[in-house]
T-cell receptor, first 110, second 114 residues
Framework: KQEVTQIPAALSVPEGENLVLNCSFTDSAIYNLQWFRQDPGKGLTSLLLIQSSQREQTSGRLNASLDKSSGRSTLYIAASQPGDSATYLCAVRRDNDMRFGAGTRLTVKP | DTGVSQDPRHKITKRGQNVTFRCDPISEHNRLYWYRQTLGQGPEFLTYFQNEAQLEKSRLLSDRFSAERPKGSFSTLEIQRTEQGDSAMYLC????????????FGPGTRLLVL
């Protein structure tokens, strides 16, 4: 059974810092990995999707990497802003089964 | 707005009552998914449809839960005889056909069972 773990569970940083969120998964036979953002009480917003054949994806200040063989992904956020405060979830996809981690709750202080 | 919509956004009910939630996917998406999310956890897969066919159901989907997508467009999720443990956020997502496609999520329906 696929298990997805996110570390740390919570992170607080001052504005302007670069930061890394970690995601690990136990079964490397995945189609893709996706990073989402979730604001309190809201749905999920897709940030980046990395197919299993890819190593990384970039969007603006966000960069996500994937090392399928070791079962790891990182989400790098450059020059963090208070508006980045949210919970960040990673999810791995195999067939029609998407498994989520519990998320990292990020707070960026002004 | 052409995103995924869900109704209602919030529902408070008493234990034992039935509730029904609706999801309207992005119009050209033929895949529709339901997830449940409890506080502090990531979403858990419940079921998915390809057009009107329900192709997979999680073990989490007990016999009190039923989902339909009668015309391959909107979907409903009904919970019968609600229990306090059903309190959660119920999320709907849609995607184009293909297991490698991005899923687009709705805002969710937050259920509280008293």
């Amino acid at each position: 059974k696929q298990e997805v773990t996110q570390i740390p569970a919570a992170l607080s940083v001052p504005e302007g810092e670069n930061l890394v969120l970690n995601c690990s998964f136990t079964d490397s036979a995945i189609y893709n990995l996706q990073w989402f953002r979730q604001d309190p009480g809201k749905g999920l917003t897709s940030l980046l999707l990395i197919q299993s054949s890819q190593r990384e994806q970039t969007s603006g200040r966000l960069n996500a990497s994937l090392d399928k063989s070791s079962g790891r992904s990182t989400l790098y956020i450059a020059a963090s802003q208070p508006g980045d405060s949210a919970t960040y979830l990673c999810a791995v996809r195999r067939d029609n089964d998407m498994r989520f981690g519990a998320g990292t709750r990020l707070t960026v202080k002004p | 707005d052409t995103g995924v919509s869900q109704d209602p956004r919030h529902k408070i009910t008493k234990r034992g009552q039935n509730v029904t939630f609706r999801c309207d996917p992005i119009s050209e998406h033929n895949r529709l998914y339901w997830y449940r999310q409890t506080l502090g956890q990531g979403p858990e897969f419940l079921t998915y449809f390809q057009n009107e066919a329900q192709l997979e159901k999680s073990r989490l989907l007990s016999d009190r839960f039923s989902a339909e997508r009668p015309k391959g467009s909107f979907s409903t999720l009904e919970i019968q005889r609600t229990e306090q443990g059903d309190s959660a956020m119920y999320l709907c997502a849609s995607s184009p056909q293909g297991a490698r496609e991005t899923q687009y999520f709705g805002p969710g329906t937050r259920l509280l069972v008293l």
